[in-house]
């Protein structure tokens, strides 16, 4: 490990984990994340209708599913492409709430929506477009909500924990971080999973980290063995992309899981977190390791 990385976080002193700080555990809603559960969040891509979404939140929940994901406002790559229902879909994700208990996470990708976004989500989701929106991360200081940050495509470890600090300065350290991938040379895949990302931000910072093996395969084969790494590396969690029938989907269908793939995925996991969970503690010794290898 880079041993900048050996303790010199304290100007980030509200999320790095610091002398013997103790993790910080988020809730979202009665779910809690970061005190050792694993806590798996799942759903489309994009709310496309209620009956996409309703479906999709019953058959997550079954398998075991705690949270529910769906983009209303979508931050896309073409501006020709669906751009999500906006309030429409917030009043469906609402009703799935309603429906099965699921907590919802979804994004919010400007300033002026976050109150709108906050009445409606359990958990504001800031996208990998928007880790440097200052104004919005500062927004999401006073939002009153939980907040799940995901990290930058070109961005580093700590340009991620300088974002997580900017919305923790503004008054919202309930903060989980988010390992989707980042784009490298390789084309085999949509993004490049850097799951040692999971280990050193335990390490080094006191929030939880989930990681979303859909955008970071870009194909839904390789979701299930990503999750299981994210699982052995002591991943607080999963944000797993589900659609009821991917290749119909308007949005990401070719890495979204159709139902029976996720059940299996789900049940395929449990032997992994048996590893995780023998091996809970994050190895802090470490940090005093010498050089960069
Ligand atoms: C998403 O979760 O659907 C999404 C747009 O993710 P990201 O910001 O990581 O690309
Ligand atoms: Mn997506």
């Given amino acids: 490990m880079n041993p900048k990385w050996n303790g010199q976080f ?3 002193d509200l999320v790095a984990r610091t002398g013997d700080c103790s993790s910080s555990v988020v809730r979202v ?3 809690e994340i970061g005190s050792g559960d694993f806590v798996v969040m799942a759903g489309p891509c994009a709310v496309e209708s209620e009956r996409q979404l309703l479906q999709t939140a019953a058959a997550v929940a079954k398998a075991g599913a705690r949270i529910l994901r769906g983009g209303a406002y979508k931050p896309r790559s073409s501006p020709y492409a669906f751009q999500g229902l906006g309030l429409e879909g917030l009043k469906i994700l609402r009703k799935a709430r309603e429906e099965t208990g699921l907590a919802i996470v979804t994004e919010v990708m400007s300033e002026e929506d976050v109150e709108l976004i906050a009445e409606y989500a359990d958990l504001m989701q800031v996208g990998t ?3 440097e929106n200052f104004a919005l991360l500062e927004k999401l200081g006073g939002c009153g909500r939980p907040v ?3 990290r930058g495509m070109t961005a580093t470890l700590e340009e991620l924990l300088r974002s997580a600090q900017v919305i923790a300065m503004n008054g919202n350290p309930q903060i989980i971080l988010c390992e989707r991938g980042i784009r490298t040379f390789e084309t085999a895949t949509r993004n490049t999973l850097d799951i040692a990302a999971v280990p050193v931000l335990k390490t080094v910072s006191r929030l939880p980290v989930i990681v979303d093996p859909s955008h970071a395969a870009g194909v839904r084969s390789l979701v299930p063995v990503l999750a299981r790494a994210a699982a052995v590396v002591g991943a607080d969690g999963l944000l ?5 029938y991917p290749d119909q989907a308007l949005s990401d269908g ?3 899981l ?3 793939q996720f059940r299996e995925m789900m049940d395929d996991l449990q032997p992994y977190l048996a590893i995780r969970d023998a091996a809970r503690q994050p190895p ?3 940090l005093a390791a010498e050089g960069v290898g």
Avoid: N
């Fill in 258 to 260: 159709p139902f029976h």
């Fill in 148 to 150: 799940l940050l995901k």
């Fill in 240 to 244: 797993v992309e589900v659609h009821p």
């Fill in 284 to 286: 802090l010794e470490l």
């Fill in 254 to 256: 070719a890495q979204s």
């Fill in 10 to 12: 304290s100007c980030f």
């Fill in 29 to 31: 809603g009665e779910i």
């Fill in 129 to 131: 477009r928007s880790m």
